[in-house]
């Protein structure tokens, strides 16, 4: 399997940006694919974006948020912009194989003035 780490929330005001990023450690040659999911109080948790080899998004966060990642530091990012209220949540980021799935231990993002 692998290790996920977060790292990069905290507290911004609506309309600003947050930078996450997820460190990857392991079997990262089994990963078939990464995502970013959120979950907020009283919520279930959903996907905000995924990449393959192609990226996809939630509507909700679609010309907002862009997911990317830098294989040399095995690293996955979630880049957000414009951020609102709603965009508050705990932030987990996932990676799967064709056998398993692993989620980091979650980072908080509060969107407040």
């Known amino acids: 399997q692998v290790q996920l780490v977060e790292s990069g929330g905290g507290l911004v005001q609506p309309g600003g940006s947050l930078r996450l990023s997820c460190a990857v450690s392991g079997s990262i040659f089994s990963i078939n694919a990464m995502g970013w999911y959120r979950q907020a109080p009283g919520k279930e948790r959903e996907l905000v974006a995924g990449?393959?080899?192609?990226?996809n998004y939630a509507d909700s966060v679609k010309g907002r948020f862009t997911i990317s990642r830098d294989n040399a530091k095995n690293t996955v990012y979630l880049q957000m912009n414009s951020l609102k209220p709603e965009d508050t949540a705990v932030y987990y980021c996932n990676a799967r194989s064709t056998y398993w799935s692993a989620w980091g231990q979650g980072t908080q993002v509060t969107v407040s003035s």
């Open positions: 990449i393959t080899s192609r990226t």
